[in-house]
């Protein structure tokens, strides 16, 4: 158990569109959705926490007008990259705290955005 | 606020031979400790955790990793790897609650040679 996905896997859009970013719980209920950003040959960035039902916290320097996060339910969460630059290009991935263990964290296959 | 430091970003290593990967933090409070394998392109898979209790902790694929409070480490050790081990790793903290904020290490990159 503990399987957390993400769609798409891939994704390239141009300049200034926005895309969005599902992160689901596939047979859990997660009380908690992290969503990280990782550049080539890096570590990974917290780059906010989310709540089921309530606003997403953000990290020190990381826009929240730009990075929208919703957390609908119990089992999904949502990542849209506003007016997209291509320096928004990177490896998103997020996670899921699973209700009882919230001392664990269990990660999605990550999403590869390109902006061209 | 915590800090790992992941000493080795690269570690080649022959297979069937030992590998040890050190991963050192630091922290005002009690800590959770994990190790997380990442294979290219994908997310990250928990190989292990340090909870509490016995300090040695044994994981998936063989792995096991020692929690020296100490020393402040948690390195983690396979006596044989594979082909298959050729993979990232990272080693990450939180604090001792539930919903806490993972801290990773900068990552090893494991590279097994025939």
């Known amino acids: 158990g503990a399987v957390v996905s993400q769609h798409p896997s891939r994704v390239i859009c141009k300049s200034g569109t926005s895309v969005k970013i599902e992160c689901r719980s596939l047979d859990f209920q997660a009380t908690t959705m992290f969503w990280y950003r990782q550049f080539p040959k890096k570590s990974l960035m917290l780059m906010a926490t989310s709540n089921e039902g309530s606003k997403a916290t953000y990290e020190q320097g990381v826009e929240k007008d730009k990075f929208l996060i919703n957390h609908a339910s119990l089992t999904l969460s949502t990542l849209t990259v506003t007016s997209a630059h291509p320096e928004d290009s990177s490896f998103y991935i997020c996670?899921?705290?699973?209700w009882g263990e919230g001392d664990t964290q269990y990660f999605g296959p990550g999403t590869r955005l390109t902006v061209l | 606020a915590q800090s790992v430091t992941q000493l080795d970003s690269q570690v080649p290593v022959f297979e069937e031979a030992p590998v040890e990967l050190r991963c050192n933090y630091s922290?005002?409070?009690?800590?959770?400790l994990f190790w997380y394998v990442q294979y290219p392109n994908q997310g990250l898979q928990l190989l292990l955790k340090y909870l509490s209790g016995s300090t040695l902790v044994k994981g998936i694929n063989g792995f096991e990793a020692e929690f020296n409070k100490s020393q402040t480490s948690f390195h983690l050790r396979k006596p044989s790897v594979h082909i298959s081990d050729t993979a990232e790793y990272f080693c990450?903290?939180?604090?001792?609650?539930?919903?806490?904020?993972?801290?990773f290490g900068g990552g090893t990159r494991v590279l097994v040679k025939p």
């Open positions: 996670s899921a705290n699973r």
């Open positions: 922290s005002s409070v009690s800590v959770y």
């Open positions: 990450a903290v939180s604090k001792k609650a539930a919903g806490n904020k993972l801290t």
